[in-house]
């Protein structure tokens, strides 16, 4: 039923890790109209980062139901469910063969969700390709004024219908303002699983931070880590620096740790990073950011997006006490609303699809850019990931299940994804460091 009559809102969200399972619950429950009910269910997209019970918990947010399901079972689940609101938190390969098993799951249905979709963070990479693989979706919610202008102008550059990007903001975003310093004073670095990616360049920045330690032993030194070893985010972690420090001589005053980034920020004077969107949500709250430059801006570390950002600065200079003063233009057009805008950041896209919603007649079928015509030599092999055909329909054979997985399917399964994080974490690694030699 239209949002705008039940003042209630049936939803259901996609992720295939945890920091899209928070994007995307977090998205739906900004969503909803003010004051209104709302049912959330969870499905997470089985595969290599699906997440565990212990991030799920640190995740923090609750949904009605939750279950763990293949594509093709989501879909069987989507053709038989009545939603008002899909949220789609995936990578863009996911997205697309989403929309096209949607949309033929939905053939000759009188009616069917909004679709949305969109991003976990700060976009610096892929933009053609990740955006052109979510087109289709109803909204596709931008996080940023800046991100909003750069979407429109990919669509609008191939001949794409712009129409549905949607400026809001990032919905993790909230806590209390930043009102001076704490007793110890605390600085946290905010490790990304990625980024960098080489063993030299991540022992590097685990030495600065101890060092760090050592100069200031009044301060409380913390690196904020996002999974424990064999634990996987929406990136591979392949050199978790609990790993690379192990073993190691360190300071009293540095310490691990792990939890909530906004229980973290609660206690935060100084965050530091790569670039890892934990700088936005701290930026939001207005703790003092740095942006690290040791290791060069460079594309392949995302860190060149905060450019103008007045918060890029280097381990020297934190070291000799310098402290960041963000450009306040430059924090505006990123979405932050350091300025109390927030909460009236969703308000467009409530109002989108309210008025969706109340179509008469219903919504056209999902229409993406990609089609076998478009692009008949990248889109099959992109819905064949998923077992699904070019036409959208699953292949025969593909994996789904009409019951719950028995014990010895349940046991394989834990063992093949164990096995996998084994490989990708160890295995891989050492072969790379063979065949540099």
Known sequence: MPASTTKSLRVAVLADSDTRWKWGALTAQRLAPTGAEIRLDGYLLRGRATPTARQLQEVGVRADSLREVTGVEFLRAMDAASYDVLVLALVGGGVQAMLHGLRAAWAGAGKRPVVVTGYVGVVYEKLADGLLLRHGADLVLANSRHDADRFRAVYEGVGADASSVTEVALP????????????????????????????????????????????????????????????????????????????????????????????????????????????????????????????????????????????????????????????????????????????????????????????????????????????????????????LGPDGVPLPGAPAADKEPGAVRQIVRRAARGAYRHGVQRVAPVIRRMGEL
């Not at 993790?172 to 310093?181: H, K, Q, R």
């Not at 100069?215 to 972690?237: N, Y």
């Not at 190691?248 to 920020?265: K, S």
């Open 172 to 387: 993790f975003l909230g806590g209390a303002p930043y009102t001076g310093e704490h007793e110890p004073y605390t600085v946290v670095f905010a490790a990304q699983p990625s980024v960098p990616d080489s063993r030299k360049d991540r022992v590097y920045l685990l030495n600065r931070l101890i060092e760090h330690a050592r100069r200031h032993p009044e301060r409380e030194v913390l690196l904020k880590l996002r999974s424990k070893p064999g634990e996987h985010t929406t990136h591979i972690e392949e050199l978790p620096y609990q790993k690379l420090a192990q073993g190691r001589d360190l300071p009293a005053n540095f310490r691990l740790v792990y939890g909530h980034m906004g229980e973290v920020l609660d206690r935060t004077d100084l965050l530091v990073t790569v670039s890892s969107t934990a700088a936005l949500e701290a930026l939001h709250r207005r703790v003092p950011t740095v942006i690290l430059t040791d290791l060069g801006v460079r594309e392949v570390l995302g860190n060149h997006h905060f450019t103008g950002s007045g918060c890029l600065a280097s381990w020297d200079q934190l070291d000799a006490g310098h402290r960041p003063v963000p450009d306040e233009a430059w924090v505006a057009r990123q979405g932050v609303a350091a300025d109390g805008s927030y909460e009236t950041a969703f308000d467009t896209a409530r109002e989108r699809i309210a008025k969706l919603l109340d179509r008469p007649g219903g919504l056209p079928p999902l229409n993406p850019y990609y089609t076998p015509e478009t692009a008949p030599g990248y889109l099959p092999g992109i819905l064949a990931r998923h077992h």
